[in-house]
């Protein structure tokens, strides 16, 4: 199904998960399709539809967390994925959108800034959200990538700022800023 801002986890070319999204004008989804190398196959749907949320896991656990619901709505939902079906689960302390996202696993995550501008970060210990040292500075549409324990997030767009070369990496228990220059 063609849609744009979708979830997505994965640990190799030949099995991946895509979900969520959305399509033009905003129409929310709670699509989910497995990849197995040649073709996407739907499964079990989340159960919110959204787009622009922060995710983790493989194809077979999966966690996707926060998102938008609506147009200007951010949401603090959490869903897992057991390789069949998505379950709510407890959600994020702030509700928010395109942060920076980092984890290989669905029982531990990274979730660090995002819409509404802010600097939290939160990390997930497969049952719950815990707010942690904030990032140097606040963003949204940023990439992130590692481990619950040790992850960058690069990139984004701040207020007054516009677009952000600037990586944050996380070690936990905390936050180192550096700016790097190719």
Partial sequence: ?????????GAS???????????DPPNFQALTETWNGTN???VGDLNTARGAQGCAGT???????????APGASTD??????????????????????????????????????RNITAVTELWNGTNWTTVASMGTARYSSTGAGTKTAALVSGGEAPGAGALALTEEWNDPGTITKTLTT
Avoid: P, Q
Avoid at 1 to 9: D, I
Avoid at 13 to 23: E, H, I, K, P
């Fill in 40 to 42: 996407w196959t739907e």
């Fill in 77 to 114: 939902l959490t869903e897992t994925w057991n390789g069949t079906n998505w379950t709510e689960v407890n959600d994020l302390n702030t509700a928010r959108r395109t942060g920076g996202a980092a984890g290989s696993t669905n029982t531990a995550a990274l979730y660090a800034g995002g």
């Fill in 13 to 23: 070319n030949t099995s991946a998960l895509a979900f969520g999204g959305s399509s």
């Fill in 59 to 69: 194809n077979t656990a999966a966690l996707t967390f926060g998102g938008r619901i």
């Fill in 1 to 9: 199904t063609a849609r744009k801002n979708m979830g997505n986890a």
